[in-house]
């Protein structure tokens, strides 16, 4: 890859404005996760980040039953998707390396199963920082600028490229390297989680300092006559709660990561749905349908919100009472105990022959 290539001009159709998208979340960003939130208002829907070296020389296969796109490897599931959800997936690349991540973007856009792809430069976690990927790639900026440079290289003109970054301790830094970002001219959006690498999960997010980025992206961007959308994620729960913090921040656009892994319904303007009359059953179904890996449905299925409050029939459009708490209980128990999907299929009374 020659960096002083100049970079090619994307095509893609994609604004990123004015949305409220699923973050990209390990394990439970699959399948099933992913058409729940979109069927229930995520306007774009991205994947569990999924490093180089993993994607490269997977195998795709398509399932002729279920028309499950699989990308796989020693027969091991490393990434799945469906042509459904292709207008509205963006994939997550990890990666410190660009000769990689252009081999990878290579294979996860042969076949245009995606619409986007995105750089996780924000999971603090060993899994990722271990080989300088994710957090760590903020501090290494001119390697973070050279993959993405080398990932708009890789990937078709249609096929947009994404970053999401955290924020750096101090706020100079964060613009500076935002700027380089936005002037690699590979990028048609920006994400920040307004937390630094240091902040845990509970820890408030720093949604106050995400104005001034904002508006240097913007301003920025119009001087290189685009327009580079910055979307906040951090703290931004639910549907109901995204249009005061675009107030605050001055996005338009919003991510959800841990709002949706305990009520993927979480992107209804509305409002969520009760869990245990609604979308736990909707989960085995989707699962049921898509044969999901029955061990990701059962640890995705463990991280919904089966709260007492939440067993609130009202919204289901069904006349059942909500259940209480020893309802709940017996109906987590039987999620635990399941061991394949017609058990748990069982536990929901839901009939196998009518979903598949
Ligand atoms: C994450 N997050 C994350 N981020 C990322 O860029 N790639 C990833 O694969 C993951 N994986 C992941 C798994 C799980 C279970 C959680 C809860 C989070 C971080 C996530 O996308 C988001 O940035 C933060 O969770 C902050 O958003 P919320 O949770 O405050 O909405």
């Excluded at 729940?36 to 020389?57: F, H, K, M, N, Q």
């Excluded at 042509?83 to 990878?104: C, F, H, K, M, W």
């Excluded at 619409?115 to 903020?138: E, W, Y």
Aim: one cysteine or more; aromatic letters at 4%.
């Amino acid at each position: 890859v020659d960096d002083l290539d100049p970079i090619p001009a994307c095509t893609s159709t994609l604004t990123f404005q004015n949305g409220i998208f699923l973050a990209p979340m390990v394990r439970i960003g699959t399948l099933p996760t992913r058409l729940l939130s979109l069927e229930y208002g995520a306007d774009l829907v991205w994947g569990p980040e999924i490093v180089d070296r993993a994607i490269i020389g997977c195998e795709r296969k398509v399932n002729p039953t279920t028309g499950v796109v699989e990308y796989l490897k020693e027969h091991k599931q490393i990434f799945s998707c469906h042509p459904i959800e292709r207008p509205y997936l963006v994939y997550q690349l990890g990666s410190a390396n660009p000769d990689l991540a252009y081999q990878a973007i290579k294979i996860i856009t042969q076949a245009d199963d995606v619409a986007a792809v995105d750089l996780n430069c924000g999971c603090p976690k060993p899994f990722s920082t271990h080989a300088g990927m994710g957090a760590n790639m903020l501090s290494t900026p001119v390697l973070l600028c050279n993959t993405l440079k080398a990932m708009r290289r890789a990937a078709p003109p249609h096929v947009a490229v994404t970053c999401k970054i955290r924020l750096l301790p101090t706020q100079e830094a964060t613009i500076e390297l935002v700027d380089k970002i936005v002037r690699t001219g590979a990028i048609e959006c920006l994400t920040v989680h307004c937390r630094t690498k240091d902040m845990r999960p509970r820890e408030p997010a720093l949604l106050h300092r995400l104005r001034e980025i904002v508006d240097h992206v913007n301003t920025l961007a119009a001087e290189m006559g685009r327009t580079i959308p910055v979307v906040c994620n951090g703290d931004v729960w639910d549907a109901v709660n995204a249009p005061r913090i675009k107030e605050l921040t001055g996005v338009t656009s919003t991510m959800v990561a841990r709002g949706a892994e305990a009520n993927p319904s979480c992107f209804r303007p509305q409002g969520s749905l009760s869990i245990p009359d609604v979308i736990a059953p909707k989960w085995v179904r989707y699962s049921l349908a898509l044969n999901n890996p029955i061990g990701n449905t059962k640890y995705c299925m463990a991280q919904l919100a089966f709260k007492p409050a939440e067993s609130v029939a009202k919204d289901a459009g069904t006349k059942a009472k909500p259940m209480n708490k020893k309802q709940l209980s017996a109906l987590r128990t039987g999620i635990a105990q399941a061991k394949t999907h017609e058990e748990l299929a069982t536990v929901f009374k839901i009939d196998v022959d009518q979903v598949r």
